[in-house]
């Protein structure tokens, strides 16, 4: 077991800048998840780790060996392959041998690794099967068990969920999360999916165009996002986000747009406020935190909306809203009881409400991170 | 044929799963099958009746050649003798040509595959400056005409001392037998996921491992193939045996027959008898590697 360390790692293929000055400290034992859309450079960055690309600058380090120049097999690391690369020709059992039998370990210690691996992971009646006889289920748990039959420094996950149907990769999500508490060991897993970096990730990082945008545990990053990239990558449904430009009244500040406004109180207002007057600012709103309709005013920020489209999702409702020409989508409880055509409501707490300046992108909550 | 008779024998097999409503009925099925099975079957014979022809004719008597059609020996099996191949097998020299030619021919099927897989291994999985260049050669090697080389390297085994000997032929037909074998193998190699061998690298894996642990048994089938390919084509040659060894004590089995037909006009006993029994060995040779060309070997690799 040991911690990873990127220091400033740089990876370019020609002009591309895969990875951008990427600089980044995985704990010894941590979970960490790289998300970020695609062709963010999450997979250069694992690649450059495991050793199977030579990077541009920078440093890796893996415990505090510095790893730039050493082949992948002296790295003590494991990868999990998005495609799995079983060997197609070897059974389960040989598929899961075929690391600690190079490194020479005595087939009785062999026998046992593997067993033992079989068992964690439910594979023992398949030990004799090849590959192409399994299903993708029982792939990807047997490219899971190649990898912690070695025991590694780390292991490290491109995307092993994506093959997966929807069902299955949940189950297959906390399988991994289990994996992981009962072995402690360091883990780095890429996805592009914000839901599994947020239900599996002990921290997360956020990737975009090669730029590490924001790293930080799961609540973190949903709480306090750090610029406007991450407050709409994270989060499902996604932020709604209005810009307006700044107008001074009173304590608090209003938010002037297009044939509306929005008066900001609190916390956000404060943060509006510092931007100074007739500046342009960006303020998110979560659809999961919309109220409709609530009495009272104190410490709400009220949004005055049209109903277009509702969407049943069982216990909740999606619901796609026009305010002052943008689509707002609010979350809210069936119980709400709200119909297409409706005009009404949507209240956010002004605890909760972010802002940005649109310029920088950067969050304007004092705060926050960065 | 094979293939419907051997879905018959699964379906028919004692708690044999298969689904057979799903499948469309069998005289559709022959139906939309029948024309390339006649055309293949109309290959099939025009290649067979000639064979057949010539193994008739070896059981037959010299007399009875020039006299009829083998077709009619159909007509009086008794007739049919195996004089000719008790003939054949007693004068000796057909005996050594064969064995001549299989020193020929299992070096230069050997070389040829061993190299041209370490070769494709190296143009495909190896990073080298200059790579691609020799790749465009090679296949710029594959349209030199083997009949135009054959004076200069005469020449130059004249000089080396390779002239008339079983070494020499053999180096030429690996030679010549390379930039196809290389090419082929490279192609192959190119169908096997990059994924793979860079998880057998993290695995631990060098060179040399992921070579014969990974690639090489996946290569199996091409590698079959082009081990038939080239045992056929050196097997059967007799324009190069003929060049390096046509005055040679020890000759291949082509040139013996190629000098039954010069010395003594039509030679017909020997010459049928000896055709057949230099057809039969790489007959044995496919049949036996047939089982090596499978489909699917890369299946459940990768998704
Ligand atoms: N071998 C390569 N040669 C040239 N450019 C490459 C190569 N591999 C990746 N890139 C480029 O580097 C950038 C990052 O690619 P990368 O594969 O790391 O993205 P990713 O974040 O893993 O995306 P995805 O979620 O789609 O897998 C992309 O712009 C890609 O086009
Ligand atoms: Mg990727």
């Known amino acids: 077991m040991a911690a990873v360390t990127f220091d400033h790692l740089v990876k370019r293929y020609g002009d591309n800048l895969a990875v951008n000055d990427l600089t980044l400290r995985i704990d010894d034992g941590e979970f960490l998840v790289l998300v970020g859309p695609s062709g963010c450079g999450k997979t250069t960055a694992l690649r450059c780790l495991a050793g199977l690309e030579e990077i541009t600058g920078g440093y890796i380090l893996i415990g505090d060996r510095v790893v730039n120049d050493l082949p992948p097999k002296q790295r003590d690391i494991a990868m999990v392959f998005q495609s799995y690369a079983l060997y197609p020709h070897m059974t389960v059992h040989d598929n899961m041998a075929f690391s600690i039998r190079l490194h020479k370990l005595p087939k009785a210690e062999v026998a046992a690794k593997v067993r033992e691996a079989a068992r964690i992971l439910g594979l023992e009646g398949l030990l004799d099967r090849k590959p192409g006889q399994l299903s993708g289920g029982q792939r990807q748990r047997v490219a899971l068990g190649r990898a912690i039959v070695r025991d590694p420094a780390a292991f490290l996950m491109d995307e092993p969920l994506s093959n997966l149907d929807a069902k299955l990769r949940v189950q297959t999500r906390a399988e991994i999360a289990r994996l992981h508490r009962r072995l402690g060991t360091t883990i780095v897993y890429v996805t592009h999916d914000q839901v599994e970096a947020m239900t599996m990730g002990e921290r997360i990082a956020v990737m975009r165009d090669g730029v590490l945008q924001q790293v930080g545990t799961p609540k973190e990053l949903y709480e306090k996002p750090g610029n406007l990239f991450v407050a709409g990558f994270i989060g499902s449904p996604a932020m709604n986000f209005l810009t307006g430009r700044a107008a001074l009244d009173g304590d608090g500040v209003r938010l002037v747009l297009d044939g509306a406004e929005v008066a900001l109180s609190g916390r956000a207002g404060a943060a509006a406020r510092s931007r100074g007057e007739g500046s342009s600012v960006t303020v998110g709103m979560r659809p999961e935190h919309f109220e409709v309709g609530p009495q009272g005013g104190q410490g709400l920020v009220r949004l005055p909306v049209q109903v277009d489209v509702v969407e049943f999702l069982g216990s909740e409702e999606l619901v796609h809203a026009t305010f002052a020409g943008s689509e707002v989508v609010a979350l809210v409880p069936v119980a709400s009881e709200v119909k297409v055509g409706d005009t009404l409501d949507l209240a956010v707490p002004d605890t909760l409400v972010q802002v940005f300046d649109p310029d920088t992108e950067l969050s304007l909550d004092g705060d926050g991170p960065r | ?303």
């Open chain 2, 1 to 303: 044929m094979t293939a419907t008779a051997m879905t018959t024998t699964a379906e028919s097999l004692p708690g044999s799963a298969r689904p057979r409503a799903r499948r469309r009925p069998r005289a559709v099925r022959l139906l939309t099958r029948a024309p390339v099975n006649a055309v293949l079957a109309a290959v099939a014979l025009l290649w067979l009746v000639p064979s057949f022809g010539l193994l008739v004719t070896s059981f037959r008597p010299t007399k009875d050649y020039f006299a009829s059609g083998w077709w009619r020996a159909l007509l009086h099996p008794a007739t049919l003798t195996v004089s000719n191949y008790r003939h054949v097998l007693q004068t000796g020299g057909i005996k050594d040509a064969l064995f001549t030619t299989a020193l020929i021919t299992v070096p230069a099927t050997v070389l040829v595959v061993v190299v041209a897989s370490l070769a494709a291994y190296a143009l495909v999985f190896l990073r080298w400056p200059g790579r691609d260049a020799v790749f465009v050669a090679l296949v710029a090697l594959m349209v030199v005409p083997l009949q135009m080389a054959l004076i200069p390297v005469a020449t130059l085994y004249g000089h080396l001392g390779l002239f008339g000997t079983v070494a020499g032929v053999v180096l030429f037909h690996t030679a010549f037998g390379l930039p196809f074998a290389i090419f082929l193998m490279r192609n192959f190699y190119t169908g096997i996921p990059k994924d793979l061998l860079e998880a057998a690298r993290i695995d631990g894996a060098g060179d040399l491992m992921m070579f014969l642990r990974i690639v090489l048994p996946l290569g199996r089938p091409a590698l079959a193939s082009l081990g038939i390919f080239q045992f056929l084509w050196v097997w059967n040659d007799l324009l190069v045996s003929l060049v390096f060894l046509g005055g040679a004590r020890h000759v291949p089995i082509t040139v013996a027959i190629f000098s039954q037909l010069r010395q003594f006009g039509p030679n017909i006993d020997l010459i049928s008898s000896a055709s057949f029994l230099s057809m039969i060995v790489p007959l044995i040779i496919f049949f036996s590697f047939q089982r090596y060309f499978v489909r699917g070997v890369l299946a459940g690799a990768v998704k």
